[in-house]
């Protein structure tokens, strides 16, 4: 069984700023990221649709211990968004400086940005095609 | 199903960067786990190995292989399992299964890891491959900042202010270190206040230094018999009469019960029904406190505290030597450290010897008759162990 919405698609769509998630023909509730099974309820009986990108904010995390290769980023900050549609999305808070988050940002409402972070991948992901070069990152910003 | 017992341990030194090879880590603590279970390495029938970054730290993938063959356990079938810091406790519920179910009589099984040899920013990355590479690497999350978003959560959820929390937390890493300063294998030997915690650099907010476990290098193993074999070879087997494992998804996947793991709760019940007792039963527990936070979070899981009131166990010395279940007499992760592919029979070494009454005086619990492995690989693999005194 294929799947309705592969990472390639979604990641080629998210970096041009279009956020695309999965919608259940059975239960009529809404996956993102996409699986191919619904994260609701199980079944294969979904479609690909837009989602509007937009939600609040339900946990975060300034970053200040970066990975290897990812020195340049820190202090970078990372919110769990739960979309209008339902789902938990990760992404990054960029229109704030990451110095002065606190516990206030829970409950916030934001959305995706204009402008789509991207990271390229490193020597350990050199054999993901389907990145096609770069991983988009949901970038938040204040609604 | 047949009785399963524990005959023999080993454990290294768990330390920073190592100057052993992961097959000589591993081997060192299964020869000694052999010597103290009075077999020889021909008795072995197969090797069950939790490894996890071998390939990025040694460039050794396939160590069963060679950890077999170098301990003169000459062509037994051997199988590694990677469940990031789960993967031994894996190994060893694999183990387990084999040996219940009859295929084997004598086996081995534990874990080794040398992450610290790695440093910081290779270990960070690798480590967070046990992330959603596809859906929230690409945002830079890491896992302190997986449990850095939990404890956030955890303050929403449970309308527990972040001031409050931090300090529960704190008391967290104090506790560990009391014990932690006491056992031999302990890779940090010192003890450290609330104080220290609080002032220690943030590490992703609102985590910082003192609140996350070291890198470390070190291995743990043990020998696994049927019961029949087992009377023969010692006369104080530990038993696992109960064996738990479940998956949960990436973070974002969680979202019906975070910062809950429910993975957990589906694990530990598997694991406590099947030895027929409760968390009230538990007289010693080594629990998966990779993070400060997650001692809370799993604690509750483990039905030792209501949700949201996990915290309060280490406020009132209830999960204390002498508490209602004592927690982490070994250190933990926090100050004993966390080789993550050995962490599992790590914690179940330290309860062999806690009923074997065989730990340093000041972290003995006394009259241990029922122990609980808890460990946490990743976003969601978990195994749970119900260790029970055979004499």
């Given at each position: 069984m294929e799947y309705k919405l592969t990472f390639k698609d979604y990641n080629k769509a998210l970096k041009?700023?279009?956020l695309m998630g999965l919608k259940c023909n059975d239960c009529g509730k809404y996956t993102c990221p996409p699986k191919i099974a619904c994260q609701e309820c199980g079944s294969t009986n979904m479609e690909a649709v837009q989602l509007d990108g937009a939600g609040k904010v339900v946990t975060f995390t300034v970053s200040y211990v970066p990975a290897e290769g990812r020195d340049a980023e820190v202090p970078y900050t990372v919110v769990m968004v739960e979309l209008d549609e339902g789902p938990w999305l990760m992404g990054n808070l960029t229109d704030t400086d990451p110095n002065k988050v606190n516990v206030d940002l829970m409950g916030k409402r934001v959305q995706l940005g204009s402008r789509m972070k991207t990271i390229p991948g490193d020597h350990y992901?050199?054999?993901?095609?389907?990145?096609?070069?770069s991983f988009a990152r949901p970038t938040f910003v204040f609604a | 199903m047949r009785k399963v017992a524990i005959c023999g341990v080993g454990h290294t030194p768990f330390t920073f960067a190592a100057e052993k090879s992961s097959v000589e880590l591993f081997n060192e603590a299964a020869m000694d786990a052999i010597v103290e279970s009075g077999i020889t390495n021909k008795d072995i029938q197969a090797i069950y190995v939790g490894n996890v970054l071998g390939d990025f730290s040694e460039g050794q993938a396939m160590i069963q292989s060679y950890i077999a063959d170098d301990l003169g356990a000459t062509n037994v079938a051997a199988t590694r399992f990677e469940g990031a810091c789960a993967s031994a406790s894996l190994a060893i519920r694999d183990a387990f299964m084999w040996v219940a179910s009859g295929f084997y009589d004598i086996v081995i099984a534990g874990g080794v890891e040398t992450s610290a040899k790695m440093g910081t920013p290779l270990a960070t990355r690798t480590f967070a491959m046990a992330h959603d590479a596809h859906y929230e690497y690409p945002m830079g999350l890491t896992f302190p900042g997986f449990f850095a978003m939990l404890a956030h959560l955890y303050?929403?959820?449970?309308?527990?202010?972040?001031?409050?929390?931090?300090?529960q937390m704190a008391m967290v890493s104090v506790q560990s270190h009391k014990y932690g300063v006491h056992n031999k294998y302990a890779q940090f030997q010192k003890e450290i206040t609330v104080n220290d915690v609080l002032k220690g650099f943030m590490v992703c907010s609102p985590l910082q230094l003192y609140d996350c476990c070291p890198f470390s290098d070190g291995a743990a193993a043990m020998v696994l018999a049927s019961e029949d074999v087992a009377k023969k070879l010692t006369d104080r087997p530990v038993y696992i009469t109960g064996v738990g494992q479940a998956s949960s998804g990436k973070l974002s996947a969680q979202k019906d019960y975070a910062p809950r793991i429910r993975a957990r709760e589906v694990s530990v019940k598997q694991a406590y029904d099947m030895a027929g007792i409760g968390p009230d039963d538990i007289d010693v527990c080594e629990l998966h406190d990779c993070f400060s936070i997650a001692s809370i979070i799993a604690a509750e899981s483990l039905g030792f505290a209501e949700f949201g009131k996990g915290g309060e166990l280490w406020e009132t010395g209830q999960c204390d030597k002498g508490g209602k279940v004592a927690i982490n007499m070994s250190g933990g992760l926090k100050s004993k450290g966390h080789p993550i592919g050995a962490t599992g029979a790590?914690?179940?070494?330290?309860?062999?010897?806690?009923?074997?009454?065989?730990?340093?005086?000041?972290?003995?619990?006394?009259d241990v008759k029922y122990g609980l492995t808890d460990t946490l690989g990743g976003d969601g693999v978990l195994c749970n162990m119900v260790l029970q005194r055979g004499w």
């Amino acid at each position: 069984m294929e799947y309705k919405l592969t990472f390639k698609d979604y990641n080629k769509a998210l970096k041009k700023g279009k956020l695309m998630g999965l919608k259940c023909n059975d239960c009529g509730k809404y996956t993102c990221p996409p699986k191919i099974a619904c994260q609701e309820c199980g079944s294969t009986n979904m479609e690909a649709v837009q989602l509007d990108g937009a939600g609040k904010v339900v946990t975060f995390t300034v970053s200040y211990v970066p990975a290897e290769g990812r020195d340049a980023e820190v202090p970078y900050t990372v919110v769990m968004v739960e979309l209008d549609e339902g789902p938990w999305l990760m992404g990054n808070l960029t229109d704030t400086d990451p110095n002065k988050v606190n516990v206030d940002l829970m409950g916030k409402r934001v959305q995706l940005g204009s402008r789509m972070k991207t990271i390229p991948g490193d020597h350990y992901t050199e054999g993901d095609k389907e990145a096609e070069g770069s991983f988009a990152r949901p970038t938040f910003v204040f609604a | 199903m047949r009785k399963v017992a524990i005959c023999g341990v080993g454990h290294t030194p768990f330390t920073f960067a190592a100057e052993k090879s992961s097959v000589e880590l591993f081997n060192e603590a299964a020869m000694d786990a052999i010597v103290e279970s009075g077999i020889t390495n021909k008795d072995i029938q197969a090797i069950y190995v939790g490894n996890v970054l071998g390939d990025f730290s040694e460039g050794q993938a396939m160590i069963q292989s060679y950890i077999a063959d170098d301990l003169g356990a000459t062509n037994v079938a051997a199988t590694r399992f990677e469940g990031a810091c789960a993967s031994a406790s894996l190994a060893i519920r694999d183990a387990f299964m084999w040996v219940a179910s009859g295929f084997y009589d004598i086996v081995i099984a534990g874990g080794v890891e040398t992450s610290a040899k790695m440093g910081t920013p290779l270990a960070t990355r690798t480590f967070a491959m046990a992330h959603d590479a596809h859906y929230e690497y690409p945002m830079g999350l890491t896992f302190p900042g997986f449990f850095a978003m939990l404890a956030h959560l955890y303050t929403q959820k449970y309308g527990v202010p972040l001031d409050k929390l931090k300090e529960q937390m704190a008391m967290v890493s104090v506790q560990s270190h009391k014990y932690g300063v006491h056992n031999k294998y302990a890779q940090f030997q010192k003890e450290i206040t609330v104080n220290d915690v609080l002032k220690g650099f943030m590490v992703c907010s609102p985590l910082q230094l003192y609140d996350c476990c070291p890198f470390s290098d070190g291995a743990a193993a043990m020998v696994l018999a049927s019961e029949d074999v087992a009377k023969k070879l010692t006369d104080r087997p530990v038993y696992i009469t109960g064996v738990g494992q479940a998956s949960s998804g990436k973070l974002s996947a969680q979202k019906d019960y975070a910062p809950r793991i429910r993975a957990r709760e589906v694990s530990v019940k598997q694991a406590y029904d099947m030895a027929g007792i409760g968390p009230d039963d538990i007289d010693v527990c080594e629990l998966h406190d990779c993070f400060s936070i997650a001692s809370i979070i799993a604690a509750e899981s483990l039905g030792f505290a209501e949700f949201g009131k996990g915290g309060e166990l280490w406020e009132t010395g209830q999960c204390d030597k002498g508490g209602k279940v004592a927690i982490n007499m070994s250190g933990g992760l926090k100050s004993k450290g966390h080789p993550i592919g050995a962490t599992g029979a790590s914690q179940t070494v330290d309860i062999v010897h806690q009923m074997r009454g065989e730990v340093e005086p000041e972290r003995q619990v006394e009259d241990v008759k029922y122990g609980l492995t808890d460990t946490l690989g990743g976003d969601g693999v978990l195994c749970n162990m119900v260790l029970q005194r055979g004499w």
